[in-house]
Each structure stands twice: as C-alpha cells, then as structure tokens.
C-alpha cells in the first residue's frame, strides 16, 4: 500500500484500481477526483469509481481488499436504489474508496469513453466529461449540479451535446430536465 498518513485516499484510489485493473474489472473514477479533471475543484476525504460488476461478483471483490489487508463494508442497496451496492475500501489510516457496483442508467459505452490520466507514473481512469455530467444531473443535489454547471462552463464547445443528451435520458426524465436547465443557463 502506497498510503502513510491519513488524506491520502488518492494514493489508496492508485492501490484500488491496481486490483481492478489486475482481475480486469473496469472502472470509472468519479465524485470529486473526476471533478478535478472536468475543471471543478473540490475538497473531498475519500475516492469514488463505479465498476462493472454484478452485486454477486463483489462479494468476490471484496475479499480481495479484505486479503489485501484493507477494511471492507460491502452495502447491498434496496431494489429501487440507483445503486445496486456499495463496496467502501479503508485502510488503517482512515483513507477511504468507495466502489459502486454499478449505477442504474449508466450507459455500458461510459467504460469506453474514460479519460485516462496519468498520476503518480500510474493511469488512471476518469469518467468521461460528458458521463460525468450526465450522472451529476441525475444525481441533483445542489452540490452535482453545481458540478456539472462548471464542468459545461469549463470547456463548453468541446461537449458533445447529441452524446450528452443521450445519456441524460438514460438515466431518466428529471435527469434530462436538469440538464435542459443547465445547457439552456449557459446560452
């Protein structure tokens, strides 16, 4: 493990994607690291990545970071939950990944369309900026729409508006309304 101290949960994000990498897993940084690299900066104690992953396979998952020597709280969501389950990764310092296993109206292609960014001599690999921004509406808390406001602000003609809709849509209505909003804000 890279971690020393504790505010280091990017360094543990370096170990996590290591093992998913190694067992073929994909993933997909998201929350405040892929903020940073869509333009919006934000504090944040701990790394966020979906993966691509049924819920039985992350019990398996698990307890390779339970071997690993990491803590491990594998969260089954309820049926309706937008994630399936959630798999939180701490080290003995306190740092903390969290993996979702999965997001309802993610688009497959969204493994496709990281970014990968290179970080310590390691890459790794951030959600999309059009993926982000879709799931930040879907989201819609003040904080994600904060978020994707600035992330259309950040480079707004390089967006590719027709892909960005798309996914909107996928992850439904009030999904797809939000974004409506924002694009229409930014004219």
């Keep these: ?16 994607a290591a093992a ?19 333009g919006v900066v934000r504090a944040s104690l701990d790394a966020d990545a979906v993966v691509s992953l049924q ?31 959630l798999l939180a990764i701490t080290d003995s310092y306190g740092n903390r990944v969290d993996l979702l296993i999965g997001l309802r109206g993610l ?12 970080f310590l001599g390691e890459s790794l690999r ?3 900026r059009e993926d982000f921004i879709a799931m930040k509406a879907f989201a819609g808390g003040p ?12 480079d707004r003609e390089s967006l590719d508006l027709d892909l960005l809709r798309r996914l909107a ?8 309304k939000t974004l409506d ?5 930014g004219d």
Excluded: C, W
Excluded at 181 to 185: A, T
């Design 1 to 16: 493990m890279r971690t020393d101290a504790p505010g280091e949960s990017a360094l543990l994000m370096l170990d996590v």
């Design 20 to 38: 998913l990498a190694n067992s073929g897993i994909d993933y997909a940084i998201v929350g405040a690291m892929a903020a940073a690299v869509h």
């Design 55 to 85: 819920v039985r396979e992350a019990v398996a998952l698990k307890h390779t970071f339970d071997v690993a020597g990491l803590a491990t709280d594998l969260r089954i969501g309820d049926p309706d939950d937008p994630i399936p389950a």
């Design 107 to 118: 688009e497959p292609g969204a493994f496709a369309r990281v970014q990968h960014i290179a």
């Design 126 to 128: 951030i959600i999309g």
């Design 143 to 154: 904080q994600d729409v904060a978020d994707a406001r600035l992330a259309i602000a950040f």
């Design 169 to 176: 849509e996928r992850f439904g209505r009030d999904a797809a």
């Design 181 to 185: 909003e924002l694009l229409d804000s």
